[in-house]
C-alpha cells in the first residue's frame, strides 16, 4: 500500500501558543492595523481537513490544535475530530468561557465534536418531527417528551461550556441557532413548570425545533446564510413593489369602493314609491339569501352595477347597494387592508378571474384595463425584478466559489493530487493482476469486449472500484466472469456479433417505439379482443427486452454488463416485467403495471438530447441537494406550525364554513391535509384556503401565516429554478465518447437510405431514358432550387452537400442569396443580398453594417446603397432572377426541343419586344418599391385586420354596417391581388416565391379569394371561416414583426429537442394516469342540484341506473378525465397551468373502482401523483426548456454584437438615445432671476429641503387616503373633504412658487407641466360636484388625480437610485417589449377572431358568462386575456365541452340563421393548447428580454471600462469648474478637479503629484484643456488594456464632433515641464543667492576667512546639489 503523507502544519495548542496569541492581539490593538486576509474556502467550519495535511495521529484527534488558516488565527484554535471534520472555538476567556486546558472544557469538547452526538441530537430531531405530525397520541408522549427535553437541555449545556457564553464568533451566543433553541427550549421549562394552562402555545413553539434540522446539515446552514444575503439584495424591489402595491391598492379603493355590494334585489311592482322608500332606510337589514337573484349553481348573488357597460338585473329586479361584499365578505376594496389583500392576490394570479368577473359585473368592462395593468405588467414586470436579483445573486455566489477555490494553496491540491493518483494506480494495478490471473488465451472476446464497452466508462468503474473491498473483485472473478469452455466462447462471440450490428440496435429502438405506442393504446371502454391484444403485446415486448438482456449477460459477462448504468436499468425493466408477469392475478399490485411505462425512457440510450439533459439534471440536483432538502423541510415546518396553529379551529369552528359540519378537503386539522395545503399554496393557489382559515380563526392568525408561507417558500422556489436555468443554459454535452448504440442506429439508417436510393435510382433509370448532359443539368437546377427553398435546417444539412468547388462555391452564392428572404436567416450565412432580388427582409439596416457583418467580404456581390431606388432588377442587363428565370425556360426548351435558328427580323422584333417587357418590370418595380405604397399596402392590411373585429354576433341587426363591410371586402381583396401582380411583374415569379414573406402574402391573398367565394355560394360558406388568417398579413408589413418572428424561431427552434424529451416525460405521467385512473371518475349525479349521490345511497353503476322505477340517473364522467392518452394530456396541462387541477385531483383522490361510485377521499394517496408530476413534469422540464431557450437568445444576442435580438435597428438608435436620457439630466439649468423677491423664491423652490417637504406631503396625503373606508362615519367623509381641499391648496401655491421663480421656463420641464396639470384638473374635480352635483362626478376624482404625484418617487435625481436602477432595464427592454407585445396582441386578435366565428353561441356556463363570451371582439378578447395570464380557461373550455345532452343543437339564435348553443370539443382543445403553447413561447422570451438586460447593466457596471454615464458625470463636474463654456481650467484648479469627479476617474487628494506625472498640456496662461484631462484620466483607468488606443480615439473623435466650432491654442508646455521650470528656477536663485553671498563676504574679510569662504562655498555647492538631487528624486517619486 501508499504511505500516506505525515502531518503536516498540525502543531497541538498549548499555554505558550495562548500566551503568544494574547501577545499578537495586544500588538495588533496598539498598532490598530488590519489584514487583507480571507477565510480558505477548504479549512471552513464543518468540512474535512484537507488530505493533504496527512492522515492524523490518535494523539492529534479531539484535542486542540494551533489553527492553520492565518484568517482564523487570532483568537482561536481547532478541533479535528476522528472523520477530519473541522471545528473551531474561541480560545480567550472572556465572559463565563473556561480555559482551553480546563478538563471540564475539553471533555465537554470531545463529547461536542464526537460523530455520534451529532447524530444523536439529528435522531432526536427527527423522532420529534414524526412526533410532531401526531395527532393521536399514545400513553408514551409524557415520557418521550421527558427524554427529548432533556436530550436537547444536555446539549445547550454541553454547547455552553465547550464553546463558552460569550467569546466570539464561536461561542454559545455567536450562533444564532443556538439562540434559537435555548429559548425554545426555556419557554418549554417555563410553559411546563410555571404556566401549566398553556400546551397549546408549547405546542406551537416546539415546531420551532424542526428548524434544528438547519445547522445540522452544513450545506444547509450555508445556504441559509446565502439567502439571507438575497433577501438583503431583494430589499429595494420589496420595497418598490410594496409602493406600487399601495398605489393600486388606494386606486382601486377610489374606483371600486362598495361596489361589490350592488346586488339585484327582489322589486315587487305594487306601491312602488312607497316600497323603495321603506327598503332604502333600512338597506342594510335586507336579508341575504331571500330577496336577491341567484344565477344557476352560483353560491353568491347577482352582482349589478349602474354603469352602461356593466351587468344588468333582470326584470323585476332593481339594482341596488345591501347586504355584504362577497367571498364571506373578504373580496372588496372597503378600506386599504382589503383593497391591499385584493392587489397581492392579482400579482399572484391567483383566482383573479373570479374578482376581475365580480368588478366587471359591478363596474364595467371598460375597467378591465386596471386589471390588465395589474395582473398583466405589474406582475411581470416584478416578477421580472425578483428573478433577475435572484440569478445575480446566484451568478455572484457561484463565481464567488470558484474564485475562492481557485485561491487554494497550489501545494495542497498538489500533494492531494498526487497520493490520489498513487492509490489509484496501487487499486488498478492490483485488480488487473487479479482480472488476468484467469486463463489469459481464453479472455480474448471478453477483453475485446470490456475495451469497447467497458473501458469507456472508466471513470464510473473507478468510482466503484474505490467503494469496494479486493475480497469482491475476486468473488467477481470466480463468479461473474464465465469462460467454461470454447463452446462457450463461440456462442459469446455470436452473441457479440448480432449486438454489434447495427440493425439490432435499430430494431430495438422500433420495439421501444411501438411497445410506447401499444401503452398509449390503453383506454376504457376496451372491449375482450382488444385488452387481449394489449395483454399479449406487452408479453412480446417484454420477451424481447429479456432476450436482449441475456445476450448481453452472455457477450459481456455479468461483470462487464452491470458495469454500465444502461444496462442496469435495462434489467431493472426485465424484472419488473416479470414480475408483472408472474403476480398479474395477484390483487393490490396494480402498480407494478404502471410502472410498464419505464421502458419509454429506455429511448434515451439512443437519444443523446436525452442523455445530456439527464447527465445536466443529475449533476444539478445533487449540486443542489441542500437547496431542495432545505425546501422540503420548509414545507415540514409549515405544514406542521399550521396544523397546531389551526387544527383544532378546524375541528371547532368547521360550521362556519360548511353547512353539514363535514371538513372541506383543504384543512389543516391533521398533518397530511395541512402539508397538501401548504404545497397548495405554494403553486399560487392559497386566497380560497384562505377565506376558509379567517372563517374558523382569527384574521390576525391566518394573514400572517399565509404571507410567511408564501414569501419565503416562493423565494426557495424561485431560487432553485433560477439555479437549474442556469445549470441548463450553460451545460454542455456529457463528457463521455458518443454512445456507439446511437452510432449503430445512425449507420442502419443511413444504409437503409442508400439502399432505398439505390432501389428507386434504378427504378427511374429502366423507366425513363434520359441523355446524361441533360440529366446533369436538371440535377444542378434541382439542388439549386432545393437549397433556395430549404429552411434554417435544411440549409445546415445541406452546406457540405457538394463536393467540387465549382459546386460548393455556386451553392453558397445561392444560399447567401436566399437567405434574406427565408423567414429564419441562418446566422452562419451572409446576409448581404442585392436589394434588387426582392423587398429585403432587412431593409432598415444600414448597408454598412450589414457589409460589415457579412461573411463573405471579398465576394463580388455588395449592397448598393441605391439598388431600392434605381430598380436594379431592370437596369442590369441580366439579374440575378432574370437570370434564374432565364436559365429555367433555357433548359425547358432544350428539354423539348425547340432550337431554333433565329432570323435577322425576328431578332428585332424580339429585342423591341424584350425592351418594352424591361420597361414594363421597370415600372412596376418602382411602384412597389414606393415608400407611398408600402404605406398604402400596409395601412389597407390594417384597416383589413380591424374590419373583422366588426363581425360579431350583431353584425345582422347592423344592415349598413354589413354592406359596408361586404363591399370593404372586395376591394381589399381586389387591392392585394393587384399587389401580387405588381409583384410578381417586378420580381419574377422564382424571386417572389423564394421569400418566405411573400409567400405568406400569397397565402392571405387566396384566404381573402376563398372568402370572397364563399359568400358568392351557400354551398360553400364554410370557406368565410378562415378569414381568421387575414391578420397574418401584417407579419410581412411591418419589419418590427419581422425582426420578432425571426429572433423567436431562432431562439426556440433548437429547443423543439428538448421540447420533444418534455413530451416524452408527459407521455409517461399520462399512460400511468390512464393505468391509475381509467374509468374511475364516473359518478352518480342528482339532477336536482347537480351534486353526487352519497355512497351510503348508491354504491354503483347499476344502482344509479335503476334508481328510479321508469328514470335513471345520469352515470357520468368526468369532463376531465383519464380515460385515454389524449385526456391525460389534456388533464396534465391543466394540472401544470394550475387551472381546474383542484377538481381533477378531488377525482383522483373520490375514486374507487370501476362502475363504483366515488367515495370522498376514498384513495387520498393518489395526491401523490399530482405532486410528483408537478415537480418532475412541470418543474423540471420548464427549468429545461427555458434553460436551452436562455442559451439560445445568449448565443444568438453574441452573434449580433451583444445587442438585442428582438429589435430593429432603428430601434438600436431609439435605445441608446432612450439611455442617455434616462442617465443624463434631461433638466437645463433655470438662470437666477435678478429680482431680490424672485430670486428669494428661487433658493427656496430650488433647495433640496423644498423637494423633501414636497414629497412628505404626497406621501403624508397617501397615508390620509389609507385611513378611507366605505362605511366610514359622516364627521370622517368632512375631515378627508378638508384634507383633500387643504392639499390642493397646498400643491397650487406649490405651482405659483415655481411660476414666480422659473417664469417661463416653468413649462421647458416635463414634471412641472405634470404637476400644472394635477393642480389644474384637482381645482376642476373641487368645483366641478358643485356645479352639477356629486351623483355625475364621483367624489374619489380628487383623490385619484392627487394620488397620481406619488410617481415623482421615480423621478432620476429626486427619488432613491434603487428605484432608478430598478426602473433603468424595464426602460432600456421597452422596445423589445413593445415588439414581443404587438405580436402577442396581433395573437390575441387571431384567436379571438377565430372564437367569434366558432363559439359565439355555446351556453353560457361554467367559464362563459354575459361578461368572457365570444359574442363581440371586447368579451373575446376577455376570454383570450385569461387565457394568456393562465386564469380560467378551463371553464371556458368546459362550457365548450358541452355535449348535445347539455345543450341545444336546434336552439334558434335570434337575427342570425346559425342554430344551436353546442360547443365544439376538438375546435375548443386545439384552440386552447395552441394558444396556451404560443403565448408561454412568447412570454417567457419577455422574461428573458428584461433579465438579460438587467445582466448587462449589473456587468457592465462591474467591468473595468468607462461608459457613457461616466463621461457625462465628467462633463457635469467640468460645467462647475469652467462655467463660460471655454473648454479650459486653470491648472492651479486641476487638484480640485480631479478630487470632485466621480468613480472610477476620481482621483482623491493629494493627486498633484499624480497630476504633474500625466504630463498634461498646457496652453497660454497655465490653462488645460478638457480632452487631454479626459484621455489622461481614461488613460489612467483602463491602464495597458488592450482597447485603449481604440477607445481614447473615439473620445477624442466624438469630442471633436460635438464641438466643431472650439477655439484652439497650442499648448506651450505641458505640467511635468512646469514642474521641472519650477524646480529649475528653485535651484537657480538658490545658487545665485549663495553666490552673491560669497562675493560680499570676500569684499570684507582677510586671507584666512577667503580659505574659509572657499570651503563654505564647496558646502554651499555641495548643498545645492544635495537639494537639485532630492528635488529631482521628489519628482520621480511622484511620477
Not at 461550556?161 to 441557532?177: E, H, L, N, Y
Not at 423644498?1250 to 359622516?1274: G, K, Q, T
Not at 500625466?1558 to 489622461?1576: F, T
Request: overall charge neutral; hydrophobic content about 45%; proline content about 4%.
Amino acid at each position: 500500500m501508499l504511505a500516506s503523507p505525515e502531518p503536516k502544519d498540525l502543531v497541538p495548542f498549548t499555554k505558550e501558543s495562548l500566551e503568544f496569541m494574547k501577545q499578537r492581539i495586544a500588538k495588533k490593538c496598539n498598532e490598530e492595523q488590519e489584514d487583507d486576509l480571507q477565510p480558505n474556502v477548504s479549512l471552513e467550519v464543518g468540512k474535512e481537513l484537507p488530505f493533504a495535511y496527512g492522515n492524523l495521529s490518535p494523539g492529534m484527534v479531539s484535542v486542540p490544535l494551533e489553527d492553520v488558516d492565518p484568517y482564523y488565527n487570532k483568537n482561536t484554535f481547532m478541533i479535528i475530530n476522528k472523520r477530519r471534520t473541522i471545528f473551531r472555538f474561541n480560545a480567550t476567556s472572556t465572559w463565563c468561557t473556561l480555559s482551553p486546558f480546563s478538563p471540564t472544557r475539553r471533555i465537554m469538547i470531545k463529547v461536542l465534536v464526537h460523530p455520534f452526538f451529532r447524530l444523536l441530537i439529528l435522531i432526536s430531531v427527527l423522532t420529534d418531527c414524526v412526533f410532531m405530525t401526531m395527532t393521536n397520541f399514545a400513553y408514551w408522549r409524557a415520557i418521550l417528551e421527558d427524554t427529548l427535553l432533556g436530550i436537547y437541555t444536555m446539549e445547550i449545556l454541553v454547547k455552553l461550556i465547550a464553546r463558552g457564553i460569550w467569546a466570539g464568533p464561536f461561542s454559545f451566543v455567536g450562533d444564532p441557532w443556538n439562540g434559537l433553541d435555548f429559548s425554545v427550549t426555556l419557554f418549554e421549562f417555563v410553559a411546563r413548570y410555571s404556566l401549566p394552562g398553556s400546551a397549546s402555545i408549547l405546542n406551537i413553539v416546539r415546531t420551532l425545533r424542526v428548524l434544528k434540522i438547519i445547522p445540522l446539515n452544513h450545506g444547509m446552514k450555508s445556504l441559509a446564510g446565502i439567502l439571507n444575503n438575497c433577501v438583503k439584495k431583494l430589499t429595494g424591489v420589496i420595497i418598490l413593489t410594496l409602493l406600487f402595491l399601495s398605489i393600486f391598492s388606494l386606486t382601486g379603493m377610489g374606483l371600486f369602493m362598495g361596489n361589490l355590494k350592488h346586488k339585484c334585489l327582489w322589486w315587487p311592482q305594487e306601491n312602488e314609491n312607497e316600497t323603495l322608500h321603506n327598503r332604502t332606510e333600512n338597506m342594510y337589514n335586507i336579508p341575504e339569501v331571500e330577496n336577491f337573484y341567484y344565477l344557476v349553481g352560483e353560491k353568491y348573488a347577482l352582482l349589478c352595477g349602474n354603469r352602461t357597460d356593466a351587468s344588468q338585473c333582470p326584470e323585476g329586479y332593481l339594482c341596488v347597494k345591501t347586504g355584504r361584499n362577497p367571498d364571506f365578505g373578504y373580496t372588496n376594496f372597503d378600506n386599504f387592508g382589503w383593497a391591499f389583500l385584493a392587489l397581492f392576490r392579482l400579482m399572484t394570479q391567483d383566482y383573479q378571474e373570479g374578482l376581475y368577473h365580480q368588478i366587471l359585473y359591478a363596474s364595467g368592462k371598460i375597467y378591465m384595463i386596471f386589471f390588465v395593468v395589474v395582473s398583466f405588467w405589474f406582475a411581470f414586470y416584478m416578477a421580472s425584478l425578483f428573478l433577475s436579483i435572484l440569478a445575480m445573486a446566484y451568478e455572484e455566489e457561484k463565481q464567488a466559489n470558484t474564485e475562492r477555490a481557485q485561491k487554494t494553496e497550489p501545494k495542497y491540491q498538489q500533494t492531494l493530487q498526487e497520493f490520489q493518483e498513487g492509490k489509484e494506480a496501487v487499486e488498478t494495478k492490483t485488480i488487473q493482476i487479479e482480472m488476468k490471473k484467469r486463463s489469459p488465451t481464453s479472455m480474448t472476446t471478453s477483453v475485446d469486449m470490456l475495451d469497447d464497452d467497458t473501458l469507456r466508462h472508466n471513470e464510473e468503474a473507478k468510482k466503484s472500484r474505490k467503494k469496494c473491498p479486493l475480497c469482491w473483485y475476486r468473488c467477481a472473478k470466480i463468479f461473474c466472469i464465465w469462460d467454461c469452455s470454447p463452446c462457450w466462447l463461440k456462442l459469446k462471440e455470436f452473441a457479440h456479433m448480432i449486438l454489434m450490428d447495427p440493425f439490432t440496435d435499430l430494431a430495438l429502438v422500433i420495439c421501444i417505439i411501438l411497445n410506447t405506442l401499444l401503452l398509449a393504446l390503453e383506454h376504457y371502454p376496451m372491449n375482450e379482443d382488444f385488452d387481449t391484444l394489449l395483454s399479449i403485446g406487452n408479453l412480446v415486448f417484454i420477451g424481447i427486452f429479456t432476450v436482449e438482456m441475456i445476450f448481453k449477460i452472455i457477450a459481456m459477462h455479468p461483470y462487464g454488463y452491470f458495469q454500465m448504468g444502461w444496462n442496469i436499468f435495462d434489467s431493472l425493466i426485465v424484472f419488473l416485467g416479470l414480475t408483472d408477469i408472474f403476480l398479474a392475478n395477484v390483487e393490490g399490485l396494480s402498480l407494478l403495471q404502471s410502472l410498464r411505462v419505464l421502458r419509454i425512457f429506455k429511448l434515451g440510450k439512443y437519444w443523446p438530447t436525452f442523455r445530456n439533459l439527464l447527465w445536466t439534471l443529475n449533476k444539478s440536483l445533487v449540486a443542489l441537494q441542500n437547496l431542495v432538502l432545505l425546501l422540503f423541510t420548509f414545507i415540514f415546518f409549515s405544514a406542521t406550525l399550521g396544523m397546531k396553529i389551526f387544527g383544532a379551529s378546524y375541528e371547532n369552528c368547521v360550521c362556519n364554513i360548511n353547512s353539514d359540519c363535514q371538513l372541506p378537503r383543504w384543512h389543516m386539522q391533521d398533518f397530511f391535509h395541512s402539508y397538501m395545503n401548504v404545497l397548495r399554496m405554494l403553486c399560487g393557489e392559497w386566497i380560497e384556503t384562505l377565506w376558509d382559515c379567517m372563517q374558523v380563526a382569527s384574521r390576525a392568525t391566518c394573514i400572517p401565516f399565509y404571507m410567511i408561507v408564501i414569501l419565503i417558500g416562493n423565494l426557495l422556489i424561485l431560487y432553485l429554478f433560477v439555479a437549474l436555468v442556469s445549470s441548463f443554459s450553460s451545460h454542455k454535452s456529457q463528457p463521455t465518447e458518443e454512445n456507439k448504440d446511437a452510432k449503430n442506429v445512425q449507420l442502419a439508417v443511413a444504409q437503409i437510405k442508400k439502399a432505398v436510393n439505390n432501389v428507386l435510382l434504378k427504378v427511374l433509370c429502366k423507366k425513363q431514358n434520359i441523355p446524361q448532359e441533360v440529366m446533369e443539368n436538371a440535377s444542378e437546377t434541382y439542388v439549386k432550387e432545393t437549397i433556395s427553398d430549404n429552411t434554417l435546417s435544411q440549409l445546415s444539412n445541406t452546406q457540405d452537400f457538394p463536393k467540387d468547388k465549382d459546386k460548393s462555391s455556386c451553392t453558397e452564392k445561392n444560399m447567401t442569396d436566399n437567405e434574406n428572404q427565408s423567414l429564419i436567416p441562418s446566422p452562419s450565412v451572409s446576409e448581404s443580398v442585392p436589394i434588387a432580388s426582392g423587398e429585403s427582409d432587412i431593409e432598415n439596416l444600414d448597408n454598412k453594417e450589414i457589409q460589415s457583418k457579412s461573411g463573405y467580404g471579398s465576394s463580388k456581390e455588395k449592397i448598393k446603397p441605391s439598388s431600392s431606388s434605381e430598380c436594379s432588377t431592370v437596369d442590369i442587363a441580366l439579374s440575378e432572377e432574370e437570370e434564374m428565370v432565364y436559365e429555367q425556360e433555357r433548359s425547358k426548351h432544350l428539354k423539348n426541343g425547340h432550337r431554333r435558328r433565329s432570323t435577322p427580323s425576328q431578332t428585332s422584333r424580339e429585342s423591341k419586344n424584350g425592351k418594352i417587357w424591361q420597361n414594363i418590370r421597370k415600372t412596376c418595380c418602382k411602384i412597389v418599391e414606393n415608400n407611398w405604397f408600402k404605406c398604402f399596402i400596409g395601412l389597407v392590411t390594417l384597416l383589413s385586420t380591424g374590419a373583422l373585429a366588426l363581425e360579431d354576433i350583431y353584425i345582422n341587426q347592423r344592415k349598413t354596417i354589413k354592406i359596408l363591410l361586404e363591399y370593404a371586402d372586395m376591394i381589399f381583396t381586389y387591392i392585394f391581388i393587384l399587389e401580387m401582380l405588381l409583384k410578381w411583374m417586378a420580381y419574377g415569379f422564382k424571386a417572389y416565391f423564394t421569400n418566405a414573406w411573400y409567400r405568406l402574402d400569397f397565402m392571405v391573398v387566396i384566404v381573402f379569394c376563398l372568402s370572397l367565394i364563399g359568400k358568392s355560394q351557400d354551398s360553400l360558406k364554410a370557406l368565410t371561416s378562415i378569414k381568421f388568417l387575414r391578420p397574418l398579413r401584417v407579419l410581412s408589413q411591418f419589419e418590427r414583426m419581422k425582426v420578432v418572428l425571426r429572433a423567436l424561431i431562432k431562439t426556440t427552434l433548437p429547443a423543439v429537442n428538448v421540447f420533444l424529451v418534455c413530451l416524452m416525460i408527459w407521455l409517461v405521467f399520462s399512460i400511468m394516469g390512464v393505468q391509475l385512473f381509467a374509468g374511475r371518475f364516473y359518478e352518480c349525479i342528482d339532477p336536482a342540484n347537480g351534486e353526487r349521490f352519497p355512497i351510503s345511497e348508491i354504491t354503483n353503476q347499476s344502482q344509479c341506473e335503476s334508481l328510479v322505477l321508469n328514470e335513471s340517473m345520469p352515470w357520468k364522467n368526468a369532463e376531465l378525465n383519464f380515460d385515454n392518452v389524449g385526456n391525460g394530456f389534456l388533464s396534465l396541462l391543466q394540472v401544470a397551468t394550475f387551472n381546474g387541477w383542484i377538481s381533477i385531483m378531488n377525482s383522483a383522490t373520490d375514486s374507487t373502482s370501476i362502475t363504483l361510485q366515488p367515495n370522498f377521499e376514498n384513495n387520498i394517496y393518489m395526491y401523490w401523483y399530482f405532486i410528483i408530476f408537478i415537480f418532475f413534469g412541470v418543474f423540471l422540464p420548464m427549468s429545461m426548456l427555458i434553460g436551452t431557450i436562455v442559451a439560445n437568445f445568449n448565443k444568438h444576442k453574441i452573434k449580433q454584437g451583444g445587442s438585442n435580438i428582438f429589435i430593429t435597428a432603428k430601434q438600436k438608435k431609439q435605445c441608446r438615445g432612450l439611455k442617455k436620457l434616462m442617465l443624463e439630466d434631461s433638466e437645463r439649468p433655470i438662470p437666477r432671476p435678478k429680482n431680490k423677491f424672485q430670486g428669494f423664491i428661487f433658493d427656496l423652490v430650488t433647495n433640496q429641503k423644498f423637494e423633501i417637504i414636497i414629497m412628505v406631503l404626497i406621501f403624508a396625503y397617501a397615508l390620509a387616503l389609507m385611513m378611507e373606508s366605505d362605511d366610514e362615519s359622516p364627521q370622517m367623509e368632512i375631515a378627508l373633504y378638508w384634507i383633500n381641499t387643504i392639499f390642493v391648496l397646498l400643491y397650487t401655491g406649490e405651482c405659483l412658487l415655481k411660476l414666480i421663480a422659473f417664469r417661463c421656463y416653468y413649462f421647458t420641464m416635463g414634471w412641472n407641466i405634470f404637476d400644472f396639470m394635477v393642480v389644474i384638473f384637482s381645482i376642476i374635480g373641487l368645483l366641478l360636484p358643485m356645479m352639477v352635483g356629486s351623483y355625475l362626478v364621483s367624489s374619489s376624482l380628487v383623490q385619484l388625480i392627487l394620488l397620481s404625484r406619488t410617481i415623482h418617487i421615480l423621478r432620476l435625481g429626486k427619488g432613491p437610485e434603487v428605484f432608478h436602477n430598478l426602473m433603468l432595464p424595464l426602460m432600456l427592454s421597452l422596445p423589445a417589449l413593445l415588439n414581443l407585445s404587438f405580436l402577442i396582441f396581433l395573437v390575441m386578435f387571431i384567436y379571438a377572431i377565430f372564437g367569434m366565428y366558432n363559439f359565439a353561441y355555446v351556453k353560457k356556463e361554467a367559464g362563459i358568462n354575459d361578461v368572457s363570451n365570444f359574442e363581440t371582439f371586447g368579451s373575446s378578447m376577455l376570454c383570450i386575456f385569461q387565457v394568456t395570464i393562465f386564469a380560467g380557461w378551463d371553464g371556458m373550455l368546459s362550457a365548450i365541452f358541452n355535449s348535445k345532452a347539455d345543450c341545444d343543437p336546434d336552439k334558434i339564435n335570434p337575427g342570425t340563421q346559425i342554430k344551436g348553443d353546442c360547443g365544439n370539443p376538438y375546435f375548443g382543445i386545439i384552440y386552447f393548447v395552441t394558444y396556451i403553447l404560443i403565448s408561454w413561447m412568447i412570454i417567457v422570451n419577455m422574461y428573458i428580454v428584461v433579465v438579460m438586460e438587467f445582466f448587462n447593466i449589473v456587468s457592465k457596471k462591474k467591468a473595468k471600462s468607462l461608459s457613457e454615464d461616466d463621461f457625462r458625470k465628467f462633463f457635469q463636474v467640468w460645467k462647475r469648474f469652467d462655467p463660460d463654456r471655454t473648454q479650459y481650467i486653470d491648472s492651479s484648479k486641476l487638484s480640485d478637479f480631479a478630487a470632485a469627479l466621480d468613480p472610477p476617474l476620481v482621483m482623491a487628494k493629494p493627486n498633484k503629484g499624480q497630476l504633474i506625472a500625466m504630463d498634461l498640456p498646457m496652453a497660454v496662461g497655465d490653462r488645460i484643456h478638457c480632452l487631454d484631462i479626459l484621455l489622461a484620466l481614461t488613460k489612467r483607468v483602463l491602464g495597458k488594456d488592450e482597447g485603449m488606443e481604440k477607445v481614447l480615439s473615439e473620445i477624442e473623435t466624438g469630442f471633436l464632433l460635438a464641438n466643431p466650432f472650439k477655439i484652439t491654442y497650442e499648448p506651450i508646455t505641458t505640467t511635468l515641464k512646469r514642474k521641472q521650470e519650477a524646480v529649475s528656477a528653485t535651484i537657480i536663485q538658490r545658487a545665485y543667492k549663495s553666490y552673491r553671498l560669497r562675493r560680499h563676504d570676500k569684499n570684507t574679510s582677510d586671507i584666512h576667512m577667503i580659505d574659509d569662504d572657499d570651503g563654505d562655498a564647496k558646502d554651499a555647492k555641495g548643498d545645492s546639489h544635495c537639494e537639485k538631487t532630492a528635488e529631482n528624486s521628489m519628482i520621480q517619486s511622484q511620477i
